[in-house]
């Protein structure tokens, strides 16, 4: 059974920086795309960020120039680096992984809390 484990999440003051994690095991990583969502409460949940398997990035507009995807294949592991962290990045950050063209392959974590405060 593949597992997806978020980590990183926690109490920041505004312009701060974040680095969360995606752990995943029971699969290899590499054959995944992996985005990153975000749910504050009573909103809906958004996309934020993808890297598909071959490296190629995107970014929801809000975040661009502020939050950077990457992957580690080799330790199973992808990250979500956030600077200039605002009260409107608060939220529970959520991965995804998927592997695409596969049906069912479809695995989220169970969510790690970012709070902007001051």
């Known amino acids: 059974q593949v597992q997806v484990v978020e980590s990183g999440g926690g109490l920041v003051q505004p312009g701060g920086s974040l680095r969360l994690s995606c752990a995943v095991s029971g699969s290899s990583f590499s054959i995944y795309a992996m985005k990153w969502y975000r749910q504050a409460p009573g909103n809906q949940r958004e996309f934020v960020a993808i890297?598909?398997?071959?490296?190629?990035?995107d970014y929801a507009e809000s975040v661009k120039g502020r939050f950077t995807i990457s992957r580690d294949n080799a330790n199973n592991t992808g990250y979500l680096q956030m600077n200039s962290l605002q009260p409107e990045d608060t939220a529970v950050y959520y991965c995804n992984v998927r592997r695409p063209g596969v049906q069912g392959s479809n695995y989220w974590g169970q969510g790690t809390q970012v709070t902007v405060s001051s």
């Open positions: 890297i598909t398997r071959d490296g190629i990035t």
